[in-house]
């Protein structure tokens, strides 16, 4: 699962 | 970040200034879908909420405050100061057939039910069919000035790139995100068609007109 901290695209 | 997420960020942020640009320029935003502009406000606000919650880097915070900055000045454009140039007539692709199957996706497709991880995911959907209204337009009306057609090539530039930027990245650093990936393929294949004619018109110095 992608966690909200390895949102780092925009 | 490497060199096809970064050229798919300048892409992205360039194709963002034309548009504004092209309308302060020529006090005109004829052949600009409003709908669509409407959906990239949304995308972005929708995307962008863990400006408040998360710091990634003063890169990441300064390109999403610039693109919902830019995205909410073109609607102000669009609807206000040029209003009167606005080309409503063409611009009639309903929004609510992308706003309502996108809504239900991200309710029952998303990686966690929480607000913000469906906020998340209801903005990467939305943002693959948010150009539908002005190819729609486009295709409307036949045409698209030389500027706007530049504006689209570096819109639908920009998530190519980032599907090159996610295989790199599931490579090096075993990273991936299927959500992302599907939306950001369903997006790319919806510029196929207009990527050939510009590229087979535009790139030779003619005006972009679709066949009778």
């Known amino acids: 699962k992608i966690k909200k901290t390895e949102k780092d695209e925009l | 970040m490497n060199v096809f997420r970064l050229a798919g960020d300048i892409s992205h942020l360039l194709a963002i200034i034309v548009l504004v640009i092209k309308i302060w320029k020529t006090r005109s935003c004829a052949g600009i879908s409003g709908r669509s502009q409407i959906l990239f406000a949304l995308v972005y606000t929708t995307r962008y909420l863990d400006l408040f919650t998360n710091f990634i880097s003063a890169y990441n915070s300064a390109m999403k405050i610039f693109f919902i900055v830019a995205s909410y000045a073109t609607i102000f454009l669009m609807y206000s100061k040029f209003r009167a140039t606005y080309d409503h007539n063409h611009d009639t692709f309903r929004i609510e057939f992308l706003i ?39 295709s409307k009306t036949g045409e698209a000035e030389t500027i706007t057609s530049h504006y689209l090539f570096a819109l639908g530039s920009y998530r190519t790139l980032y599907l090159f930027n996610w295989i790199y990245r599931y490579y090096a650093e075993g990273f991936y995100d299927l959500i992302a990936i599907i939306a950001g393929l369903v997006q790319s294949v919806l510029y196929c068609d207009f990527f050939y004619l510009y590229i087979t018109k535009v790139l030779k110095g003619k005006r972009l007109s679709l066949p009778a």
């Open chain 2, 100 to 138: 309502v199957p996108v809504s239900g996706l991200a309710l029952l497709v998303n990686h966690d039910f929480t607000p913000l991880e469906i906020l998340w995911t209801f903005s990467i959907y939305l943002e693959s069919v948010a150009i539908l209204p002005q190819l729609f337009m486009v």
